[in-house]
């Protein structure tokens, strides 16, 4: 039992693959559209839920490892940048700038935290970045049904995906500025 988190976590970067696959299928025209987008969607769903899951089971069974402290985070950028490009290569011009911005903060806290490592320092995760990646997951999912909608996902509907995408966009910049000022203050300190 011990392992099942971390083969969660290992199983959501194998449908992150598939999915961004079926994003890549579509965008040329290789399958029917609605199958392949289903797929896609769902898929997306499925990984973004074992994010959820594997921490949680890790922590509930008290089996919390190194790899899956590594793994997690990886897992979750690999996720998110598969579904920003795949909407991206979909026409989807909203989630290809506001999953740019993501994608640039993910980077830099990435590369912050990269710098810091080696100086002892440490940047935990605040419980806005913990809301940030739920926003993240939920926009992008709205915004992958766009791709094959049901009747009711038109008009004002598809707006408030729009919505959800800049609003996860913004979250994301606001974090990213509390990591870079936190960074700041560490680096400052440990002079």
């Known amino acids: 039992m ?17 999915v961004f696959l079926a994003l890549c299928a579509g965008a040329v025209g290789l399958c029917d559209a609605l199958a392949i987008y289903s797929f896609a969607f769902w898929g997306f769903v499925i990984a973004a ?3 959820f899951l594997d921490g949680w089971l890790a922590r509930r069974w008290q089996v919390e490892s190194l790899a899956g402290a590594i793994l997690d985070p990886i897992a979750d ?32 806290v990435s590369a912050l935290r990269e710098v810091l490592a080696p100086r002892g320092l440490r940047l935990p995760v605040t419980m ?11 926009a992008l999912a709205a915004a992958l049904l766009r791709l094959a909608p049901p009747p009711w996902l038109t008009g004002p509907v598809s707006l408030g995906v729009d919505v959800a995408l800049w609003l996860a966009a913004l979250v994301t910049v606001w974090t990213g500025v509390e990591y870079g000022l936190a960074a700041r203050k560490a680096l400052r300190a440990a002079s």
């Open 49 to 51: 839920v074992t994010d």
């Open 2 to 18: 011990k392992h099942i988190p971390n083969l969660l976590t290992l199983g959501r970067l194998v449908l992150t693959l598939a």
């Open 77 to 108: 950028k690999v996720l998110v940048a598969g579904a920003v490009v795949g909407l991206a290569a979909n026409g989807d011009q909203i989630a290809a700038l506001a999953g740019g911005l993501i994608l640039f903060r993910e980077f830099a």
């Open 128 to 138: 806005l970045a913990k809301w940030k990646t739920t926003l993240q997951l939920v």
